[in-house]
């Protein structure tokens, strides 16, 4: 009797521990979908120098390595999706970027250039993109224009802080990490706001450059939000921000 007992609980247990993994694995994933709480503590925070981090085009296959990378130094980012890749391939990907307390901007639906389309469809694309951002739970904070292309009239109907950069790292154009970081290190101050892309491989390798050497320099890498609230700067709708100054 003893022995049977015994035989059953070795054959049983496996089963409870497995079963416990898997339940609180999809625990995990269903809490991927719910949080959005970009990290902010002004009061406990030391720092002296801040810039945000910025990411277009994305998400894409290598979205995951750049989240990889920021977590790795502890560093959270704003994201400035394009409508059209958040497709179901990257809900995982979305998720966890929204779990570990990046936001997300829009880049558009289509990446088309606002100023050469007509007012009804940026309003279109701006519509259909945080559409498919309210899936996530979450809705945009701010626009980012596909090639930063904006002018007056469309800064009175984009009702979001209008989010460009002054610090273009031309990964896009590199394509190789060191190139990349030795373009943009020394264009890096106080305030700046530094655009790269989530979907180049040299993109991933120069985040690994730059962040350590930002660290090292006694910079606090932030997101958009943090950014401006560090600096106690109230951004408005329909405004253009470079960086935060
Ligand atoms: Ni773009």
């Not at 990046?102 to 469809?121: A, D, L, R």
């Not at 002018?151 to 990349?180: C, G, H, R, S």
Request: net charge neutral.
């Amino acid at each position: 009797m003893k022995l049977s007992l015994f035989f059953l609980i070795i054959i049983i247990c496996p089963f409870i521990f497995f079963g416990t993994i898997k339940s609180s694995n999809q625990k995990e994933i269903n809490n991927h979908t719910i949080e959005y709480e970009p990290t902010l503590n002004k009061t406990t925070d030391n720092y002296s120098k801040v810039v945000a981090l910025t990411f277009d085009d994305g998400p894409s296959s290598y979205t995951d390595e750049i989240l990889d990378v920021l977590e790795k130094y502890n560093v959270t980012a704003t994201f400035f999706v394009v409508g059209t890749n958040l497709n179901t391939k990257y809900n995982n990907t979305m998720a966890r970027l929204i779990k570990l307390g990046n936001e997300v901007g829009i880049h558009g639906y289509s990446h088309k250039e606002f100023t050469k389309i007509k007012q009804s469809k940026v309003v279109e694309e701006i519509e259909y993109t945080n559409k498919l951002l309210k899936g996530f739970n979450i809705e945009a904070k701010y626009i980012r224009p596909p090639y930063g292309s904006i002018n007056n009239k469309l800064k009175k109907i984009i009702e979001y802080p209008i989010i460009l950069w002054n610090v273009d790292t031309l990964d896009w154009k590199y394509k190789d990490a060191l190139k990349i970081y030795n373009n943009s290190i020394d264009d890096i101050h106080d305030g700046s706001i530094i655009l790269m892309h989530d979907h180049y491989l040299s993109s991933v390798k120069a985040l690994d450059l730059i962040i350590p050497k930002l660290q090292e320099d006694g910079y606090k890498i932030v997101n958009i939000t943090e950014l401006f609230s560090l600096k106690d700067i109230n951004l408005e709708n329909g405004k253009t921000y470079r960086s935060a100054k």
